[in-house]
């Protein structure tokens, strides 16, 4: 399935854990199972805009967009991570709105029947989304995921929570776990804000991808062939690596140009995905990118 697909799902299934989630809270009164349905109500926005940031994001280069628009898909997490942020904010002033003022739940039983049933379907599209993440190196889908994620394991307290109130009577666990929803809600945002900035700023790959694209460089080192300046970034679901490549200058361009394309495709079949920009640089002839007239 596409991401786009999964996306589209996501929406679905975030209106139907919002009705769920909703009733639930309408019949016990239950501050947490509030808390739970405001934060349904940010999985559909977040799943709203990741859905427009990846049809963007496969638009092919134009001339405004020369690299494509693969970057937008970082919009959607940040965007994502401010929403929870918010979410979170909300569920915290409720929550101690309720502390001060305990209020007795109603009918809990349905109200957990419910939480269940919405957690269950939160927790199988999350399971299938982050495989499909890694599938498709897609931030928006990888976002959209964790943040359902984190509703299930919400889902969860709340439900722990509900029972430990009708054991031991006890009002006030219901306004106290769903100030601890709120920090570990609010953790999660900061942790997409943070990824989305990192992409935003042409983060490197990963280590174990630099690893083996320098595996693969050595395999062509030898006494006329040598790399330096080799730079990784990504960008969306795009991995790419720049450098530099010397050989003897008596070589000609036809000669360089095959074993360029040899490197080229070995680094493609070593990572998949990845685009690779090789300069031709004679042995005497080095580059000096931190020259002070070259930052001027």
């Known amino acids: 399935m596409q991401a786009r697909a999964y996306l589209k799902l996501s929406v679905a299934v975030a209106l139907v854990t919002i009705a769920l989630k909703t009733a639930a809270w309408w019949f016990t009164d239950a501050v947490s199972l509030l808390s739970d349905a405001l934060e349904s109500l940010v999985n559909l926005a977040g799943a ?19 690299y494509g628009h693969h970057k937008a898909e970082y919009f ?3 965007f994502e991570g401010l929403l929870i942020l918010a979410a979170a904010l909300g569920i915290a002033g409720a929550a101690l709105h309720r502390l001060w003022a305990p209020q007795p739940l ?12 919405s957690s269950a379907l939160n927790g199988a599209l999350a399971w299938g989304m982050l495989k499909a993440s890694k599938e498709h190196r897609s931030m928006a889908l ?35 776990i769903a100030l601890v929803m709120a920090v570990n809600i609010g953790r999660e945002g900061v942790k997409l804000i943070r990824a989305a900035v990192d992409g935003l700023m042409d983060r490197a790959l990963e280590p174990e991808l630099c690893e083996q694209i320098d595996a693969t460089l050595a395999g062509f080192v030898h006494g006329t062939v040598r790399f330096d300046h080799v730079h990784t970034r990504r ?15 008596s070589w000609s361009l036809g000669r360089a140009a095959a074993i360029r394309t040899s490197v080229e ?28 007239k070259d930052l001027a």
Do not use: K
């Open 106 to 117: 109603e009918q809990v039983g349905l109200g957990l029947v419910l939480a269940v049933v």
């Open 235 to 249: 960008a969306g679901s795009r991995r790419y690596v720049d450098l530099h490549m010397h050989m003897p200058a």
């Open 48 to 66: 709203v805009f990741a859905l427009t940031m990846v049809t963007l994001a496969a638009q092919p280069p134009d001339e405004e967009h020369p």
């Open 76 to 78: 959607s997490g940040g």
């Open 265 to 292: 495709q070995a680094l493609m079949a070593a990572v998949p995905g990845l685009r690779a920009s090789i300069q031709l640089l004679p042995f005497d002839v080095e580059a000096h990118f931190d020259d002070p």
């Open 142 to 176: 990888e976002a959209d995921a964790r943040h359902l994620m984190t509703d299930v394991w919400t889902s969860a307290g709340v439900v722990v929570g509900l029972v430990a109130v009708q054991a031991t009577g006890w009002l006030w666990l219901d306004a106290g």
